[in-house]
């Protein structure tokens, strides 16, 4: 999952889990406000009447009665005042039930104990408890809204900002590892950013991939040097082998040894050449601009492993159109390509086996060239390395795959083919050639 994928799950799933406790807890806050809020309103008004009390009198409430009380209209709010004895009861504020007109009705009721003129009064001031929370759903409600709107307006906003602030990572990590192809040979420019963290993860991959092309670099032109080294005395020593061969002095033994001594120069010889055209390609030293059918490739092809067909009575069919061009290619290097594969075929076979060369054309503009045999076939923990250069393997012939099949790998990477195999031992082998698409047409 991508960083940025992560990240978007984190910030609303988070801003989520926020906005669910809220809800679930906003009843309590709402009525705990609203209870604190009426016991603020109960105090000032007590201070209110105490106030007057104290400028006008008490006779201003008892107007010559015993006690006072008086009520809204509604009966939602009440003060009583009357003498009290000597028992004072502390300050309260509680919730009590009321009888007003043969209604019994409950009220937050706050009770007072004040002295005036060596008298001592109580006071009450209550609230109905039904006018406490007549606004609360409302402020629920409208607290709801306005979180929610808050909150999908942040996640937006971190979204947007993440997007922002993540934009060179991908970047880095489009330019220096997803669309580079090795050995690189552009330079890519720093990533613009003003986050440090980025710059240096920039600069360190730059300098890492620096330091990965030199070194392949030199291993590639070592490679070049010793093979191109290598071929001068290998021919020298072959000449001089041959002159020998020649000589009517040498006894039989002798002329054995030098004919053994000669296949192992050639081996040698072959290997070096091999060496030498994996550098060759790797160094970039062949053109692909030529255009040719496949079908007349692969006959050409075959016309010159005729022989060996004939040698081990192997059977050959070939099912390739004869109007599909490949272009942009280089013709000697697929032709070497399908050179080694069918060679492989035909020295990995049973004597009177068979060899096919299909085709395939998928919906994705993908063309695959199939080429099966039905020989000894390659176990399946050695299939995953038959390309890797000098991997041997052990084989009824006392032979590895060589170099014939890197070759072959390194053709493909040099073209952008792609290349699978499945086998399956005792029945056989299939090597497919699978071209992208666009470089080959039907005329």
């Keep these: 999952m991508k960083l940025f994928t992560k990240l978007t799950l984190f910030i609303t799933l988070s801003k989520a889990a926020i906005v669910v406790l809220f809800v679930l807890l906003l009843p309590l806050l709402v009525d705990n406000v609203a209870s604190a809020y009426n016991d603020y309103y109960l105090g000032e008004q007590k201070k209110k009447v105490l106030s007057i009390i104290q400028q006008n009198g008490i006779d201003f409430y008892l107007q010559g009665e015993d006690n006072y009380g008086s009520y809204t209209m509604l009966k939602e709010e009440y003060i009583s005042l009357e003498p009290v004895g000597r028992i004072q009861p502390s300050d309260t504020i509680a919730t009590q039930r009321r009888i007003v007109e043969n209604d019994t009705l409950t009220y937050r009721v706050l009770t007072h104990v004040f002295a005036y003129d060596d008298n001592r009064y109580i006071l009450e001031v209550g609230k109905t408890t039904a006018t406490i929370g007549q606004y609360n759903r409302p402020l629920q409600a409208v607290a709801l809204y306005v979180l929610v709107g808050l909150t999908v307006l942040t996640v937006l906003i971190d979204l947007v900002f993440t997007r922002l602030l993540l934009r060179p990572l991908g970047q880095i990590i489009k330019t220096q590892l997803v669309n580079r192809k090795f050995p690189f040979k552009e330079h890519i420019p720093p990533v613009k950013t003003s986050t440090v963290d ?196 052990v084989r009824t012939e006392q032979e590895g795959y060589g170099l014939g099949l890197s070759i072959v790998q390194a053709i493909a990477n040099y073209h952008g083919i792609r290349l699978e195999v499945s086998s399956v031992p005792d029945e056989g082998t299939t090597f497919s050639v699978i071209f992208p698409a666009g470089v080959w047409r039907e005329s």
């Design 198 to 393: 980025f710059q240096y993860l920039d600069s360190s991959l730059t300098e890492l991939m620096d330091r990965i092309k030199t070194a392949f670099d030199k291993e590639r032109e070592f490679t070049s040097n010793a093979s191109h080294e290598l071929m001068t005395p290998i021919s020298i020593l072959q000449h001089k082998m041959e002159n020998l061969m020649v000589d009517n002095a040498l006894s039989e033994e002798m002329e054995n040894r030098i004919i053994g001594m000669m296949k192992t120069l050639n081996r040698l010889k072959k290997i070096v050449q091999s060496l030498l055209l994996i550098s060759r390609i790797e160094n970039d030293q062949f053109e692909r601009r030529d255009t040719f059918a496949i079908h007349t490739l692969l006959t050409e092809v075959m016309e010159e492993l005729g022989h060996r067909l004939e040698d081990r009575a192997l059977h050959f069919s070939m099912f390739i159109s004869r109007g599909l061009v490949v272009q942009g290619l280089n013709h000697d290097l697929i032709f070497q390509l399908f050179y080694n594969l069918v060679n492989n075929a035909v020295r990995y076979n049973k004597p009177g086996g068979k060899i096919v060369i299909s085709e395939e054309k998928s919906g994705e503009g993908i063309y695959t060239v199939h080429v099966t045999d039905t020989g000894i076939g390659i176990p399946a923990h050695e299939q995953a390395t038959v390309f890797n250069r000098f991997k041997k393997v």
